[in-house]
């Protein structure tokens, strides 16, 4: 039993260490750029990436244990069991330095670690060959050979490890019991510990410097994480000629000023709350003639409300990048999951960045889930607290710190933001509202509307803190949700209900509170409403339209599984992209067929944009 436990646990901890070592070798690789940071910057990069080194190193010792394990039942001659581990140390070192001596090359000029888009380049190597010169070729062939022969020279002892090992039925069980407890292990460190979110790029991203963050990143994970993806097919979602699509899309995304300004400053400290899964219909929902949600509807009294909001998705990375970036939700990719091209993407952070202010995003969970520090830290924002930067001295749930000593917690830095005298932009996205929907607080039977209620207390309350503070003036505070939430059960997915949210704009820097917009409008919009606002260009955001320019078409779209939805104010339309049909109307014929065209023809600028990035 010994000597595998042994070879798996060496073969581990050795691939955990030659997977680190690749930290500094970049560090040094590029020299130039790494001289700019800190020595506990650097010291950062090297602890922040040992999560995926952790988890690329459990993947390689994956096949390794699953023969141990089965060499405890069967024979295994142990010069066939050495060559076999021997050959596979062999390919393996061959694969991981190949790609980190491509991936070092390649930074240079991509900026981003080695992802699945060098793929299509592979079927076109003549081509691909043509733009590497030999200063570029010669440093990374000794790379890939140094590192390649110190791969198979450091796990080729572990092979001889191995032996057979003589034992009795009861020895065997005991054995196997042992070897599915280190699997156990094995599977943790490749999923990347036991938290919500699972191994990806996000989870060592730590700097608001991407070039750190990239240092932190591993190749292998990163390559083979993106590689597995789905790849995104120009084929797909083709309703039209690329010139047809956009002549339709142009129609929809016209430009134009403002025909109404609602504030009364272009420089407001901006206050961002997104509230978790708080659809219209939990927010607006009355039970025994007690509201559900009531310090919302103070606020949307007094504030500016925006009656025809919908979200444009049903998932918080979507969402997210909905409302912070103005970028329509494709039926099926996130493209947050994709960090390269996250970070491409306009934002409201990065805009503002531009024009002098600070920026920063607040949860209580972990921000690493769907990739968000990667995306966040890629748009703009300067600043990330999650649940590992706090230590408040109350119980958590599933998801992290509940929004009881969160919002206290958010409200005080917003309030010390103000006092620092450089203009802010600051994020705060809520939990409680979340699925189990587990909160310390009784004041509904229901689970759903219990935790809506306990959110809509403590975001109350947080937002008097700042109406009698100094801050409140120069402050304009945005509530917008996610996404909307399945109440009652029977809501599908998708359906026009669930995607309706609500959006209140409050705060000092307002000057028509008490305003109810009826505008179509969807999270999206968000983006160039407010820079609008700001006086901020805003062209970029090419799926966000000022909610506030008549001259502009007002609809929402959303999309789902496949499928998307438009809504506007001749009614609505679902449209099944798997079926290549309409599930649902309740617009008249022309306007239903409208609606379908315009929203294939959404999708496919969506679809087409993404692979484009």
Known sequence: MFPKIITIVALYVITLLLMALQKPIFLMWYAERAAEASASDLWGVVWNGLLLDSTTAGYIAVLPWLAMLIAVWVKIPERVMQRLLTIYFAIIAFAVALIVAVDMGLFRHWDFRLDSTIIPYLRTPKEAAASVTWGDLWPTLILFCLYGALLFAAWRPVAKIYRVVKQSLKQRIASTFAMILLGGFIFLAIRGGVDTAPANVSKVYFSDNMFLNQAA????????????????????????????????????????????????????????????????????????????????????AEGIWFENMYANSYRTDRGTVAVMSGYAAHPVVSVM?????????????????????????????????????????????????????????????????????????????????????RPFFATLLTLSSHEPFDVPHAAFENKILNSVNYTDQHVGAMIDRWRQSEAWDNMLVVLIADHGMPYPEE???????????????????????????????????????????????????????????????????????????????????????????????????????????????????IHQDIRKR
């Not at 504030?263 to 003639?289: A, H, K």
């Not at 026009?496 to 179509?520: H, N, Y």
Request: glycine letters at 6%; one cysteine or more; proline letters at 3%.
């Open 337 to 421: 999951k994709y960090p390269k091209k996250a970070h491409t993407l306009p934002a409201i952070a990065r805009s503002l960045r531009d024009a002098g202010y600070a920026t920063s995003f607040m949860y209580g969970g972990d921000a690493n889930f769907t990739n968000t520090i990667s995306y966040l830290y890629g748009t703009g924002v300067e600043k990330i607290v999650d649940k590992a930067q706090m230590s408040f001295d109350a119980t958590t749930n599933e998801w992290g710190y509940q929004d009881g000593v969160v919002c206290p917690y958010f409200a005080d830095e917003v309030i010390r933001l103000s006092q620092e005298g």
């Open 217 to 300: 990143t591993n190749p292998v994970f990163s390559f083979l994480s993106s590689a597995a993806r789905s790849e995104l097919k120009d084929s797909d979602y083709r309703y039209y000629s690329d010139q047809e699509c956009a002549e339709i899309f142009s129609a929809l995304t016209k430009k134009g000023e403002p025909s109404e300004m609602v504030l009364n400053t272009e420089r407001p400290n901006v206050v961002l709350i997104m509230l978790e899964s708080l659809g219209r219909t939990v927010t607006d929902e009355v039970v025994e003639g007690r509201a559900v949600a009531p310090r919302l509807q103070e606020i949307k």
């Open 491 to 605: 809501l599908t997915t998708g359906s026009l209900e669930r995607q309706r949210i609500p959006m209140i704009w409050t705060g000092g820097a307002i000057s028509k509170a008490g305003m109810k917009v009826d505008t179509f409008c969807s999270q999206a919009d968000l983006a160039a409403t407010l820079l609008s606002q700001m006086g901020i260009a805003h062209d970029e955001f090419t799926f966000s339209h000022d909610i506030f320019n008549t001259q502009t078409p007002h609809y929402a779209f959303w999309s789902y599984n496949n499928a998307f939805g438009v809504v506007d104010a001749e009614g609505h339309t679902i449209f099944d992209c798997t079926r290549n049909a309409v599930i649902d109307s309740s617009a008249e014929a022309a306007a239903a067929e409208r609606q379908t065209r315009d929203g294939k023809a959404i999708v496919q600028s």
